[in-house]
């Protein structure tokens, strides 16, 4: 399916990849994104950019009223878990209140399609690994907190008027895009990869790991790191799914490295050490999160195509020594 699509957040990180594999195959993109994360270097030529917040209605309306849109793709959010624990109204407010103002105005402008970027943090403390989309929803952060309750407000969209939408629940988004083009560049960093490389490279301080006892063979936390193109492909199969129905989809590569293994792959790919501290762990990290993607590889036919972990280290790396400063658009 080729077509018009709404990005917010399109110049963020996972999103600025959605828009690329949407432009490469064809489709006309609108991107609206106020700039505080994103960078309107991400963006390729062709697509409009709308600077503006999502919590001006008004503009959004008009947005809605310049174009007719197939779907609306829905990036921009506040994500960082230990900040929503330090202010939890504010994820709360404006995740669902941005959220869910947009999915109306989609409804009232007649386009009934919308992909949330949703997030395993919604999980919480998993009692089974790998996490299917059978798992209990009981997240330990004010963030998972937000995104559930957006999808349970498009889950009453769907039902009253027909909204159809997938709710996307990303493990650890990671990797830049193969052109070495757009990458990863927040602020503030938070994420491991960039921060162990960023160590690596002596653009930043010492990577402190938090947490060596946890029950897992080396002590540090498991993740399953997912390579954003690999995310952006699941944007574009999930797309075309949604004309059977509203679905929730684990996005993951369903394997697990540890904080350990993240900075030995660091040290392989960049060819030196990554410094580090032992630290304490840091609230709220489950020990283990590792997502089995079977329902959306089955219904979509999506697979990774950057499964191995040195292979997603490898294009963050290259992003990271080709823009030390990322898109140099801060002051
Ligand atoms: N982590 C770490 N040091 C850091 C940042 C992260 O040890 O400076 C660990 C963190 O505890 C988690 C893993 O790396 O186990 C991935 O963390 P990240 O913040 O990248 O993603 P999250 O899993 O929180 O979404």
């Known amino acids: 399916m080729t077509g018009r699509f709404l990005v917010t957040g399109g110049a963020g990180y996972v999103g600025s990849h959605v828009v690329r594999a949407l432009v490469a195959r064809g489709d006309a993109v609108v991107v609206l994104d106020d700039l505080r994360q994103g960078h309107r270097a991400a963006l390729p030529d062709g697509v409009e950019l709308v600077v503006a917040d999502l919590a001006d209605r008004r503009r959004v309306a ?37 959220s869910l103002g947009l999915a109306d105005a989609a409804v009232k402008a007649g386009c009934l399609r919308f992909v949330l970027s949703s997030t395993a943090a919604l999980f919480g403390f998993p009692k089974r690994i790998p996490i299917d989309e059978e798992a209990e929803v ?50 503030p960093e938070t994420h491991l990869i960039p921060l162990a490389i960023g160590a690596a490279l002596g653009t930043r301080p010492p990577l402190t790991v938090f947490g060596t006892d946890y029950p897992t063979p080396d002590g540090t936390c498991i993740r399953d790191y997912v390579h954003v193109t690999d995310l952006a492909g699941a944007h574009l199969r999930v797309l075309a799914r949604l004309e059977r129905g509203s679905v929730r989809f684990n996005v993951g590569n369903g394997t697990g490295y540890s904080v350990t293994q993240v900075m030995e792959s660091v040290e392989r790919i960049g060819g030196r050490p990554v410094p580090h501290t032992l630290g304490p762990r840091r609230p709220g990290d489950p020990a283990v999160l590792v997502a ?28 990271h020594v080709a823009h030390p400063r990322g898109f140099g658009d801060r002051g």
Not at 68 to 93: N, Q, T, W
Not at 297 to 309: C, D, K, Q, Y
């Open 292 to 319: 089995s993607s079977a329902r959306l590889r089955e219904e979509t036919g999506w697979s990774p195509r950057f499964g191995a972990l040195d292979d997603i280290v490898r294009t963050a790396w290259a992003w």
């Open 138 to 187: 009981a997240p330990v952060s004010a963030y998972g907190e937000s995104k559930l309750m957006v999808e349970r407000g498009l889950a009453w969209a769907d039902q009253v008027h027909g909204l159809r939408s997938a709710s996307l629940r990303y493990f650890n988004a990671a990797g830049a895009d193969a052109s070495g083009e757009i990458g990863e560049d927040h602020d």
């Open 62 to 98: 008009e947005v809605f009223a310049a174009w007719k849109f197939d779907a609306v793709l829905h990036f921009a959010a506040l994500s960082l878990v230990g900040e929503s624990m330090r202010d939890p109204l504010r994820y709360c407010i404006e995740n669902l209140s941005n």
